[in-house]
């Protein structure tokens, strides 16, 4: 069983998809001059987004009636356990690093939504190993991409009610400035604000927002800087949970594929050449980008120690397995019968970290936490260990999980 478990994993390491992301963190260890143009990226993202949303869609106007509770119930759990996986990631940050509450705070955040990229990628891999999946699981990527953003902001907002100063340091904290006072707090966030001034460095949560402005350029972090923060119960904030351009995207994608199909307008069954032929091709691209993002964010690891690289590499396994056997107790409950890939979608739902909704949540609202730590986390290791080995252990993981459910 070892052995077959062994081969299983390693032939699934080596496949196209993944060699993009391999040849992608290559290129900055190479030090080869080539950027990947930004507003290439930008389509991608909205490609890939619209055309999980739109097949979704379609998937999800063939429900049966009788059926909609169960699954209904299935995106309930997928919910409730992001922002479970939000918590447990500050209690472990606090257990396993020295890291401020206010970033402690943030990486929760992070860890309690998913990414639409790692997403993408397992179904691709899905796909193109032959394990089937419910087609309707875009929709819990919407909803499970929000419980990480309220994780954040009701930690932040227990912290200012507890007396974070203007740099995000608590009483107790080294650094901290009293009200009205300049001290070393100040110091520390004038310096952290200071050292993201190099011309020739984007600011990753800003490169990374899904801008949908023609030729808008993601700006630098010293404009963003100028901006000021927002209230926890702003009307901006609201906006940036539940209406970011990518979320949108995705409901968009939903709607249309669910009307489409109602009307009989179909797209996944007649081999459209945009979204369906072209997708495994513009994935690979995509792979491509994120591995050189993944490669040039692990730098930044340098200053968080052990401990926090540590959680960024058991995070994808630790929610990951929790999400597999959630979902096995949630079918065996309900007598819900789930595909096996669902399952492993699931898992990448829960161990998997915002970089693009979180982030954008981050800048407006939680400007006192570090901007590059949480991206380091989520991009340099826990989407690079996803996308290579986390989707394949997964797969394998589920195989011995479904000897335990027999009928589910």
Request: some cysteine.
């Amino acid at each position: 069983m070892l052995q077959e478990f062994w081969q299983n994993f390693t032939q699934n390491l080596f496949k196209p998809l993944l060699l993009f992301f391999y040849f992608g963190f290559l290129i900055p260890l190479l030090k080869v001059r080539f950027e990947f143009p930004y507003v290439i990226y930008q389509g991608l993202t909205m490609y890939l987004l619209v055309a999980i949303g739109w097949q979704g869609g379609e998937e999800l106007a063939k429900i049966k009636p009788a059926d909609v509770d169960n699954i209904a119930g299935f995106v309930a759990l997928g919910f409730a356990l992001n922002l479970v996986i939000g918590a447990l990631t500050y209690f472990l940050l606090k257990a396993l690093t020295a890291m401020r509450r206010i970033d402690r705070a943030t990486v929760a955040g992070y860890y309690g939504s998913d990414s639409a990229g790692t997403f993408a990628t397992c179904v691709a891999f899905l796909t193109s190993v032959g394990i089937a999946f419910d087609a309707y699981m875009p929709v819990a990527l919407a909803f499970m991409e929000i419980p990480g953003c309220l994780v954040a902001l009701y930690l932040v907002a227990r912290l200012r009610h507890h007396g974070m100063d203007e740099a995000g340091f608590m009483p107790d904290e080294a650094g901290y400035t009293a009200p009205g006072r300049a001290g070393p707090g100040a110091a520390a966030r004038h310096g952290q604000t200071e050292s993201l001034d190099d011309p020739d460095e984007r600011g990753i949560a800003e490169e990374l927002e899904l801008s949908l402005e023609k030729g808008e350029h993601p700006p630098r972090y010293e404009e963003a800087r100028k901006r000021t923060k927002a209230p926890l119960l702003s009307r901006a904030i609201f906006q940036e949970v539940f209406l970011n351009p990518g979320l949108i995207l995705l409901v968009g994608g939903i709607a249309i594929g669910f009307i489409s199909a109602l009307q009989g307008q179909k797209v996944v069954h007649d081999q459209n050449e945009l979204f369906i032929a072209a997708f495994q091709g513009v994935l690979c691209l995509f792979l491509l980008e994120m591995g050189m993002t993944a490669s040039r964010k692990l730098p930044d690891l340098r200053t968080a120690g052990g401990g926090f690289i540590f959680f960024g590499l058991l995070a994808p396994n630790l929610f990951g397995a929790l999400g597999i056997l959630a979902a096995y107790a949630y079918a065996y409950l309900t007598d819900t019968h789930f595909q096996p890939g669902t399952y492993v979608l699931f898992a990448v739902l829960c161990g998997a970290a915002s970089y693009i909704t979180v982030p954008a949540v981050q800048r407006l609202g939680i400007p006192e936490a570090s901007p590059t730590l949480p991206l380091a986390a989520s991009l340099g290791l826990t989407f690079s260990y996803t996308v290579t080995v986390g989707i394949p252990l997964y797969i394998e993981f589920n195989r011995v999980v479904a000897q335990w459910f027999p009928g589910t």
